[in-house]
């Protein structure tokens, strides 16, 4: 199993729309968590992290899910300018050694 | 402005040649990245720092070389020993022991072409 699993899509939804992506992770002593969104030829952003409460930034809204190991985005209201590459990383036990991402998952948003 | 630089922004390199990619940092950051990405695929670590003078083999290091003789300063040298160099390079710092949510911040990336 990899260590973390993400569907590649793509993902194509109309303007408006809600939208979810799930990432699964393999290693249960996982401390943290982000998304980060890859725009075509660009640089990895961080979106947002993921707490085990979970957490809300506007449209965005990230979830844990530890006894499953997996995390989740959702995007509701989706705009065009969401078009992107979303990038699930999780942080190992001990913190920043050696960080795994995902191999992302495609959205297109269509008018 | 903090943040992370690399250059140059497209590099292009015969057969045979060394080449080294600049990254540097003023965000305070301990830890320092090299990442590889191919198209369609997911980052690929190839070294990183948590301190300076001091660097650890990712997962791909075979190829590559680098230095970390100042905190700031990260650069990673792609050998002619690198088989398959053609790829887009990433830095990225963190600031580790700053609680867990340790998150990486990225350069724009240096896109390597070998002709």
């Known amino acids: 199993r990899k260590e973390v699993e993400q569907d590649p899509g793509p993902f194509n939804v109309p303007e408006g729309a809600t939208v979810a992506f799930n990432c699964t992770y393999s290693n249960s002593a996982s401390q943290s968590f982000f998304w980060y969104r890859q725009d075509c030829r660009k640089e990895p952003k961080l979106l947002m992290s993921?707490?085990?409460s979970g957490n809300e930034d506007g449209r965005f809204t990230a979830q844990l899910n530890r006894a499953s190991q997996y995390i989740s985005l959702l995007i509701r209201d989706s705009k065009l300018s969401d078009s992107a590459t979303y990038l699930c990383?999780?942080?190992?036990?001990?913190?920043?050694?050696?960080?795994?991402f995902g191999t992302g998952t495609k959205l297109q948003v269509i008018p | 402005d903090g943040g992370i630089t690399q250059s140059p922004k497209y590099l292009f390199r015969k057969e045979g040649q060394n080449v080294t990619l600049s990254c540097e940092q003023n965000l305070n950051h301990d830890a320092m990245y090299w990442y590889r990405q191919d198209p369609g695929q997911g980052l690929r670590l190839i070294y990183y720092s948590q301190i300076v003078n001091d660097f650890q083999k990712g997962d791909i290091a075979e190829g590559y070389s680098v230095s970390r003789e100042k905190k700031e300063s990260f650069p990673l040298t792609v050998t002619s020993a690198q088989k398959n160099p053609t790829a887009f390079y990433l830095c990225?710092?963190?600031?580790?022991?700053?609680?867990?949510?340790?998150?990486?911040?990225f350069g724009p990336g240096t896109r390597l072409t070998v002709l």
């Open positions: 990383v999780v942080n190992p036990p001990g913190g920043y050694q050696k960080v795994t």
């Open positions: 990225a710092s963190s600031k580790p022991g700053q609680g867990i949510y340790n998150e990486q911040f």
């Open positions: 993921v707490y085990s």
